[in-house]
């Protein structure tokens, strides 16, 4: 094997950083895709999922009407609409937020289901009791439904968003210069060293897999989970 043409000073700093300070790419460009993605589709998929749950009849229509159409459609096929679709209408996105766009709405029908599927676990008797103190219905969904869903779903979440960085690979296809993207620019330049190449890709997503899976490990411990979420609530 040639790994010696593979470990070398430039490849490895491309795959970790692309090209920057020109532009950012690699690893980084991967890692600020995921987190802003999982941020975005978070949001986006817990206001879906409660409104799914109990918003007024025309919202929860509407909100299972999102979710039925993008959970039955390719993200690929929804990464290209994103790219090709808007200079039809005069706007001409760039590919990092064409695919951002794309992986955000595609995630957060399935993570609007994950949300629907916790608040589904809430009892009754817990909802009645929060009434029963005197709670408006705001307070309600964020101190009592929320967090008891939000804790429970924490390994569904934790499978979704291993699922949205696995799923920044697919942005080579349309040339941004994400980890795998950069990968195929060094093997199509070295010529004979393929394994190598794609080899090294199969550890750095393993690594960025496992640490992800290891740090939202660390929610599952309702302590840690509970001092969290009440510092974004409170």
Known sequence: MNWQLVFTENNIRRLLIGDFP????????TLVLT?????????????IGYLRFTGPKPLRYAAAGYV????????????????????????TPSKFTSVLVAMVLFNAAYIAEVVRSGLLSVSIGQIEAA???????LQQALYVMLPIAAFNTVPAMTSRYITLLKNTSLAFLIGLAEVTE????????????????????????????????????????????????CFFVR
């Open 68 to 91: 039925e159409f993008l959970r039955n459609i390719p993200l690929l096929v929804l990464i290209f609409w994103a790219y090709f679709a808007p200079p039809y209408f005069g706007v």
């Open 131 to 137: 009434r029963a103190i005197g709670m408006s219905g």
């Open 182 to 229: 950069i990968g195929r620019q060094i093997n199509n330049r070295l010529l004979v060293a393929p394994v190598e190449v794609y080899t090294l890709l199969l550890a750095i997503y393993f690594i960025l897999n496992r640490s992800l899976s290891a740090g939202m490990r660390l929610f599952e411990d309702r302590r840690v989970f509970n001092r969290v979420f």
């Open 35 to 47: 987190v802003i993605g999982i941020i975005g589709s978070t949001l986006l998929g817990f206001l």
């Open 22 to 29: 020109d532009a950012l790419g690699g690893v980084a460009l």
